[in-house]
């Protein structure tokens, strides 16, 4: 079945259109698009020949014809159009981070209980065949005991991306490297090695003048027992994002490209002959799929024609927030955090310092 989506904001919302809807026409028409900047909205219309063009998001959501509303805008403004989009009964989709405190989850969760349509968190870097091909054997029980990972985001930031005024502001980017820029293959390591069980964390301004943190490092200690070291920074000078993961019977090493670390080639390195085997026979059927956004939005589409909830649910969008919430507090505590995080702790409500 095809649908109609509405992309409301235009900077990360072009790739999504570009690199994702466009590319799937059997499944998604991009009907409307929505901007305040009336130059992005008419070069993106023209590029994409979308002739409904609106600065409203109210109008959006008035729209009976859309089936989707794919919301794209500054995390600070995340809350409040969620919780509209669901009102008007529409499916929705929203960037990264989700929202922008614990508490906030909390008001989408119970608004979405209630709400006629589907709910999708943006996690696109999921989408690539080596990661693919890890969470098969994590899911199988082939790779056994969780042991030790290392996870590194390392990119650059130029004066050139501080100069979108939001961006390295806490009011309304809300973060830094943690929150913007690793959260996706801190989400990765969590559907490889489990949820995080204490989270500590150092971070610095070193890079660019901006409020916000842009480089970071952390210790993590998973539910499972297995020890994880994180590492970001937007100071790097040749970009990169890595994981190497350590389990009982396999290890797995990820490609290097850094906005798309799921992709092949990935290494997935059995302790002996009889896991090699298994995980031989596990892989046999396996077929490559789309990467990023193209992949995220194939599979939503896939999962609403037959009536399942979606690729990326609730709950990813909670645990990633719960993970960065205990790396900030763990900043302003110099002490680490216990996760899940009680609705008491002092960033439940607001991580910012």
Not at 93 to 105: G, I, Q, R, W
Not at 208 to 226: F, K, P
Not at 295 to 314: C, I, K, N, S
């Amino acid at each position: 079945m095809k649908r109609k989506v509405a992309v409301v904001g235009l900077g990360i919302g072009r790739a999504h259109i570009d690199e994702g809807y466009s590319k799937l026409p059997a499944q998604w028409e991009v009907a409307a698009i929505c901007d305040v900047d009336p130059a992005r909205l008419a070069e993106v219309g023209d590029a994409f020949a979308v002739a409904c063009r609106t600065a409203s998001f109210a109008e959006v959501l008035g729209m009976a014809d859309i089936d989707v509303v794919d919301i794209c805008t500054p995390p600070s403004l995340h809350r409040e159009q969620l919780l509209a989009a669901m009102a008007s009964g529409k499916h929705v989709v929203c960037e990264k981070p989700f929202v922008t405190s614990l508490a906030e989850m909390d008001a989408i969760e119970a608004a979405a209980a209630a709400a006629r349509g589907t709910v999708m968190p943006i996690f696109q870097y999921r989408w690539g065949d080596g990661f693919r091909r890890a969470v098969r054997v994590v899911r199988a029980g082939l790779a056994g005991k969780p042991y030790n990972a290392t996870v590194e985001t390392a990119w650059r930031r130029d004066k050139d991306y501080y100069d979108i005024a939001w961006h390295g502001t806490w009011a309304i980017e809300r973060g830094g490297c943690l929150l913007g820029h690793a959260i996706h293959i801190h989400d990765m390591l969590q559907e490889l090695m489990g949820d995080a069980a204490s989270a500590y964390a150092n971070v610095a301004t070193r890079v660019n003048a901006i409020e916000t943190e842009d480089c970071a490092a952390a210790t993590l200690r998973m539910a499972s027992g297995a020890v994880v070291a994180l590492s970001a920074t937007l100071g790097s000078a040749s970009e990169i994002s890595r994981m190497r993961l350590h389990f009982e019977n396999v290890t797995f090493e990820s490609c290097t490209e850094p906005y798309a670390p799921g992709n092949e080639p990935w290494q997935i390195l059995p302790r002996n002959a009889a896991t090699r085997a298994a995980i031989d026979a596990l892989l046999a059927d396996h077929t490559p799929y789309p990467i990023r956004f193209e992949g995220q939005f194939r599979a939503y589409g896939e999962a609403l024609d037959a009536g399942q909830g979606p690729p990326v649910v609730l709950r990813d969008a909670r645990r990633s927030l719960e993970l960065i919430t205990a790396l900030y507090g763990s900043v302003a505590a110099g002490a680490p955090q216990t996760l899940p995080l009680a609705s008491s702790h002092r960033g439940y409500a607001e991580w910012r310092p």
